[in-house]
Structure formats: structure tokens, C-alpha cells
């Protein structure tokens, strides 16, 4: 919990001591008007109150961050209860036999555990305090998170009315487009059945978790023939995935985004051409490219990278493999065993 108590403490603590001064010697302060035996009073619940709220507050501190679920309240409640009477009881009488009878002049004699019970009035009150606060800080964040999920849940439903009129339209789109052009334009049709292919792969399983290889690959194909179909021969697509590995699965998009990506920052061109590798290597998917960065003024904001890597925390336990060299960049996919 993220408490900010300065001002608390600053002006609590002074104002505590000198209450619980008046409540507990108040015939000696008040009536007799010894102004030395007051101060030495003060200064005796000055400290003690200083040491006792200080504690407390490590304690309570201590156990709302280790278990600040509701459902542990009970529990840390006993717990830490037990704790802090046993640090006031110890603290107490440390301060009653070397303040009381050695620092301060005045020598009366105290009764049994005097001090600890003039201690737990105050002690509830620092405890009171620092709870309260804690309720109303998780109160404030629940509120928060509650008007957030509120507001995600109407934006998911108007998302969703929105992808039942986008899809359609495209698709409508493009059955009219394919109606327009010439059936002897085998290389167009040809295209535009790729678009498509690539559009609804995109649509169906952009919210999986995973999927096939099998699947990735008829889809990293599609978009492979569209971008070929813009760079020809500059761009040259090597794919070595063994069939046994199509079972297999993979977090879906990421051989296309590693495709983008390459295809995004690197120089194509006759001269130049770009290579990319798609290959099986042991338990990993591996995309690898020739490295001929683009001169431009724009830095990569490397999103689809961190997309990736967001995804397989989240999906395994094994990390994402980046290996930059003068040559080649090179992503290893783990690859997810087959549900």
C-alpha cells in the first residue's frame, strides 16, 4: 500500500503524547503545575509514543503488503494483532526500566506492565488509523478497476457490432471486386483469393491463444505470395518446417509479424535482395533475415516484438530468443506442445 502519512505522523504523534500525558498523570501535570516533572513526563510519552506508532506502523505496513486480499483479512488480522502486542509488551518495559529509573529524575515506582496498558489506547488508535486508510485506498481501487471494466465492456460490445459489419462489407468488397475482373487475369484472382485467405485467417484467430503451425503456415504462405507479388524476385522466402512439427502450436500472427517486420526495415532490392528462413530448429520456430537496415530518420518502435514477447510470458515459460549480428537477425519461437 502506497501511503503518504507524513503529515500524519508529523502532527499526530506530538498530539497523541500530549493526550495521553492529560489522560494518565493528569494529577500530576495539571494539579501539582510541576512544569519540570511535566516535561520529563512529555519526553517519556513523547518517546514511548514515537517508538510504539513507528513499530506499529512497520508492522501493519508489513502485513497489508504481504496480504492485502480481503479474503486474508481475518488472518493477517491475528497475526499481526499477536505481533504488535508482543512488540508494545517488550517496547514498554524496555522504556519503563531504562527511562523511568535511569534517564529521568523521577523516581516513582511503577506498577506491573503500567506502561503497556497505558500503551494499548494509543496503539489501538495508530492501528485504527492505518486500517481505515488501507479500506479506503482498496476502496479507491476497486472503484477504479470496476469503472475500467465497465468501460472496457462497452468498448468490447461496440467492437464487436463493429467486426459483425466490417467483415461483411470487406468480403462483400471483394466478392465484387473478383466479379470485375477478367476471369483470363488468372494472376489477379489469384491475388485477390490470397487477400482474402490472409483477411479472414487474421479475423478468426486474432483473439486465440494459439494455433496450429499447420494453420500458421497456410497463412504465412498467403501473405508471403502477396508481398512477392510486390517485390518479385527481391524477395526470397525459404520455408523448412518438417510435417511432424504441424500439430504443434504457435501463438498466432507472430511468423507474420516477424515477416513484416523484416520486410518493414531492410533495404529490397535487386542489388539487395531480402532472404528470409523459416526453419525448424530443436523446440523453437526460427525466423532469420540477411540484415540491411534502412537509412531513415524513423526509429522501430519494435511493438510487434514486445506484442510477441507479451504473448509467450503469458503462454510458457520459455522466453523468445533475439539474436542481432552484423549479418542477420534472428527471432526463436518456442514451440507450444500440441493441446
Not at 508482543?86 to 534517564?103: F, N
Not at 490470397?194 to 479472414?200: M, Q, W
Request: hydrophobic share 45%; with cysteine; aromatic share 12%.
Amino acid at each position: 500500500m502506497q501511503f503518504n502519512d507524513k503529515k500524519i505522523r508529523l502532527f499526530g504523534i506530538p498530539i497523541l503524547t500530549f493526550v495521553v500525558l492529560l489522560a494518565t498523570h493528569w494529577q500530576d501535570v495539571i494539579v501539582k503545575g510541576n512544569v519540570a516533572l511535566w516535561t520529563e513526563w512529555y519526553l517519556m510519552c513523547l518517546v514511548n509514543t514515537v517508538v510504539i506508532w513507528e513499530g506499529c506502523r512497520s508492522i501493519m505496513l508489513y502485513f497489508i503488503n504481504k496480504y492485502p486480499h480481503y479474503s486474508q483479512t481475518q488472518y493477517r488480522l491475528t497475526v499481526q494483532s499477536i505481533i504488535i502486542l508482543t512488540y508494545l509488551l517488550v517496547v514498554t518495559c524496555i522504556i519503563d526500566e531504562l527511562i523511568c529509573k535511569m534517564l529521568l529524575s523521577h523516581t516513582k515506582e511503577e506498577e506491573l506492565f503500567e506502561g503497556f496498558k497505558h500503551s494499548l489506547v494509543p496503539t489501538f488508535i495508530v492501528a485504527l488509523i492505518y486500517e481505515t486508510a488501507f479500506f479506503f485506498y482498496g476502496w479507491k481501487e476497486y472503484m477504479i478497476k470496476t469503472e475500467a471494466l465497465a468501460r472496457a465492456n462497452v468498448q468490447s460490445q461496440l467492437d464487436a457490432l463493429k467486426s459483425q459489419i466490417d467483415p461483411h462489407f470487406l468480403f462483400n468488397s471483394l466478392n465484387t471486386l473478383a466479379a470485375l475482373i477478367d476471369d483470363e487475369n488468372i494472376d489477379a484472382q489469384e491475388y485477390l483469393s490470397k487477400l482474402a485467405d490472409v483477411y479472414r485467417y487474421v479475423l478468426i484467430n486474432k483473439e486465440k491463444n494459439t494455433v496450429s503451425i499447420a494453420e500458421e503456415i497456410d497463412f504465412i504462405n498467403a501473405y508471403i505470395y502477396l508481398n512477392k507479388t510486390r517485390f518479385r524476385e527481391n524477395l526470397q522466402v525459404e520455408l523448412q518446417v518438417p510435417n511432424e512439427t504441424y500439430s504443434q502450436r504457435i501463438a498466432p500472427l507472430s511468423l507474420q509479424i516477424l515477416v513484416e517486420n523484416a520486410i518493414k526495415h531492410n533495404v529490397i532490392s535487386a542489388e539487395k535482395p531480402l532472404n528470409i528462413k523459416i526453419l525448424c530448429n530443436e523446440d523453437y520456430l526460427v525466423v532469420e533475415n540477411n540484415l540491411q537496415e534502412k537509412r531513415t530518420f524513423e526509429q522501430s518502435t519494435k511493438v510487434g516484438l514486445q506484442n510477441i514477447k507479451n504473448r509467450y510470458a503469458l503462454l510458457c515459460q520459455t522466453p523468445i530468443e533475439i539474436i542481432k549480428t552484423t549479418q542477420f537477425f534472428t527471432v526463436r519461437l518456442p514451440i507450444l506442445s500440441a493441446v
